[in-house]
Nanobody
Framework: QVQLVETGGGLVQAGGSLRLSCAAS????????MNWYRQAPGRQRELVAA???????NYADFVKGRFTVSRDNAKNTVYLEMNSLKPEDTAVYYC?????????WGQGTQVTVSS
C-alpha cells in the first residue's frame, strides 16, 4: 500500500518560513520523481516544485528564489523549504510521486500565511 504523508504545515506570518516534509512508503522512492503542488480555495491545483530521480529541480516562477525542494532517498522523504512566505502562498500543499504512468498523492497539509 502506497502512502505519502505530508507534515509541517501551519500558520505563519508573512515573511516567515516553514519546512514541509513528505514521507513515502510502499514505493521504491528513489525511482520516483517527487513534486509539490498546492491548491488554494477556488483555484486549480498548481505545481510548485519538482525534483527528479537525479536531484534536478524545477520551480514555478512564483516561488523561485523563495522555496527549495530536496530529497533524502535514505529516508524516503522529500522536503519543501519555504522562505519569505506571502499571504498568497496560503493553500493546501500536496506531495506527489510520479513514475511513468503511476502517480500517487498525499492527503495534503494546510499552510496559512497571515498578513
Amino acid at each position: 500500500q502506497v502512502q505519502l504523508v505530508e507534515t509541517g504545515g501551519g500558520l505563519v506570518q508573512a515573511g516567515g518560513s516553514l519546512r514541509l516534509s513528505c514521507a513515502a512508503s510502499g514505493i521504491t522512492f528513489s525511482n520516483y520523481a517527487m513534486n509539490w503542488y498546492r491548491q488554494a480555495p477556488g483555484r486549480q491545483r498548481e505545481l510548485v516544485a519538482a525534483i527528479d530521480r537525479a536531484g534536478s529541480t524545477n520551480y514555478a516562477d512564483f516561488v523561485k528564489g523563495r522555496f527549495t525542494v530536496s530529497r533524502d532517498n535514505a529516508k524516503n522523504t522529500v522536503y519543501l523549504e519555504m522562505n519569505s512566505l506571502k499571504p498568497e502562498d496560503t493553500a493546501v500543499y500536496y506531495c506527489n510521486a510520479r513514475l511513468r504512468t503511476w502517480a500517487y498523492w498525499g492527503q495534503g497539509t494546510q499552510v496559512t500565511v497571515s498578513s
